[in-house]
Every structure is written in C-alpha cells, then in structure tokens.
C-alpha cells in the first residue's frame, strides 16, 4: 500500500532505534528516504540498510544541533532528491543527572540537540512545504515530558518544549496543509534504554500495564500513520504509545 507518491521523508537519527524503525516503514509506503546519522560512517549505513530493504533514499551526515550542518544538509537535499514533505524530527540524546549534580552543559546540551533542533528543522521546511500546500512534521517526543522523571530534568523539559511547539506551529501552519504532531513513546527497546542501570530498567516495568517493552516499529507505524491520509485532520496532538505507562 502507498501512502505516499514517492515524497521525500527527512528522519533525522535514522542510524538506530526508532528512526531507523521510521526510516523503513516510510520508506516501505514508497516515501522517499533521506536519513541522517551524524557520522559519515553511520550515514553510509543508512544509505546500506535502504538499499537491503529495497527503499528509495540515502543516508546523509547532520548534527541536529549545529545550525550550519542542518543548513549544509538542507542544501543537500535541494541539490538532490529536493524539499522534504515530511520531516520526522527524532534525533535526540540523554545526559541524565539530578539537578543538584547537573553540569549546565549536560542541561544546554540536551536542549540544544532535542528541542532547538526542531526549530532549526522545522523552519528550513517550512517554506517549500507552504508552497507546496501539503506538508507534514512529526516530533519525537517522550512519555517522560507528560509524567516527568527524576534525574531527567533537562530531557523532560526538552520534550515538554517540543509538545508545546508541536501544538504552537499547528495553530500557525494549519491552513497551509501543513499538519504538526508529536508522538510520545514510552519505555522503547533501543540502545538508549538498553542504557538504563538495570534496577532502573525493572522499576519502569512494573509500572507498564501491557507489562513489556515497546518495540521501535510499534512508534514508526503511529507515525506512519500521522504521514498518510488517514491523518490529514489530525494536528497538534500528541499521540502516546506507551503501553498504559502513562494515563492522563
Ligand atoms: P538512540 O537509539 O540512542 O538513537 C539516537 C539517534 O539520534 C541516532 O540515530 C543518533 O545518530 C541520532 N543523534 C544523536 N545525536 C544527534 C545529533 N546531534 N544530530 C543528529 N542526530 C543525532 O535513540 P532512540 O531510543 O531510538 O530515540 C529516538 C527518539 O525517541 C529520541 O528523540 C528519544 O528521545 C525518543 N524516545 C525514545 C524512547 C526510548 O525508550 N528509546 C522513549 C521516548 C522517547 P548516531 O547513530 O550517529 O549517533
């Protein structure tokens, strides 16, 4: 099934975990894929995995948090494949501490990485997406910027901003055809969970109603959805996948 007319779908992080997830099953809906690691290595990766799995795309090297490498690669795209009608903004990082120990680069570091990224991102989008009257933003956020999570003061924060964006820059876009979601995982089974101390990791558990992990392709095919048609009305939401984890 085509949900897309061979569109171009930028993933950022699609490298590993959930954007690589993202990566395939858009690009299985016949999206093209351009998908960033931030090495050069990591980026011939992505461009190997497309090419296994049969799906139109390269990888491309981006530092989300660098304001001069989004611009190279958005250049990079213009020069190639062209503009991007869907943007999958889910690079994103961790520096945990509690706050009395947090060092203020781990804060700005993670700021800088998950939410100024989004407005960097988002921006150099914009415009080829308001000309072409069609356009979709989906934001990784987490459970964690509803519920909060010690230690993760930085994180939540960054992920609280990104729902707020999210609902800001639907209200700004919305009547350009331009949808703008985020979508909230839970605990998801990927290097950065796999990077939790294992009491931590039994504790999130127990408070898991469907009492497992989730996996990376249950989040890329919420956002799949949120690609295709059948989510043209929906905008500004936060979609949860979290097993029960966390009920508002
Ligand atoms: P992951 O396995 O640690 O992968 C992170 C991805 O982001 C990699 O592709 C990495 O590229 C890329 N990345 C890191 N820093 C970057 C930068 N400065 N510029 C560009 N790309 C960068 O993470 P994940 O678990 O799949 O998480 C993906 C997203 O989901 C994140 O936004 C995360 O906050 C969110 N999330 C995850 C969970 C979970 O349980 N796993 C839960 C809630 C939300 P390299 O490979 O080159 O390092």
């Known amino acids: 099934m085509s949900d897309s007319n061979d569109k171009l779908a930028l993933v950022t992080g699609a490298s590993r975990g959930i954007g690589k997830a993202i ?3 858009l690009g299985r809906r016949d999206f093209i894929i351009a998908g960033t690691a931030t090495t050069q290595a990591g980026a011939e990766g992505v ?4 090419a296994e799995e049969g799906v139109a795309g390269r990888g491309y090297r981006a530092d ?25 903004n889910n690079a994103g ?18 700021i800088n990485i998950n939410l100024n990224s989004m407005f960097r991102l988002a921006r150099a989008c914009l415009k080829p997406m308001t000309r072409a ?21 930085n994180y939540c924060a960054s992920k609280a901003g990104i ?36 009491n931590q990791a039994r504790e999130m558990l127990k408070q898991i109603p469907l009492q497992r992990l989730g996996r990376a392709e249950e989040v890329a095919a919420v956002v799949r959805f949120l690609a295709s ?6 905008t500004g939401e936060t979609v949860h996948v979290n097993g029960g984890m966390y009920l508002a």
Do not use: C, H
Request: charged share 20%.
């Open 23 to 25: 990566a395939l099953e």
């Open 47 to 50: 461009s190997a995995l497309l």
């Open 64 to 88: 989300v948090g660098s304001s001069q490498s989004v611009e190279e690669l958005m250049q990079a795209l213009l020069d190639g494949p062209g503009a991007p009608a869907v943007l999958v």
């Open 93 to 110: 990082i961790t520096r945990d501490n509690l706050l009395l120990r947090m060092k203020e680069d781990e804060w700005n570091e993670v």
């Open 133 to 153: 009257r069609w356009g979709r933003i989906i934001n990784i956020s987490s459970v964690v910027g509803s519920s909060g999570n010690p230690g993760q003061s």
């Open 163 to 198: 729902e707020g964006f999210t609902r800001s820059l639907a209200r700004e876009i919305g009547s350009r055809g331009i949808t703008v979601n985020a979508v909230a995982p839970g605990f998801i089974k990927t290097d950065m969970t796999g990077a939790l101390p294992e």
């Open 229 to 234: 048609d059948g989510g043209a009305y929906i």
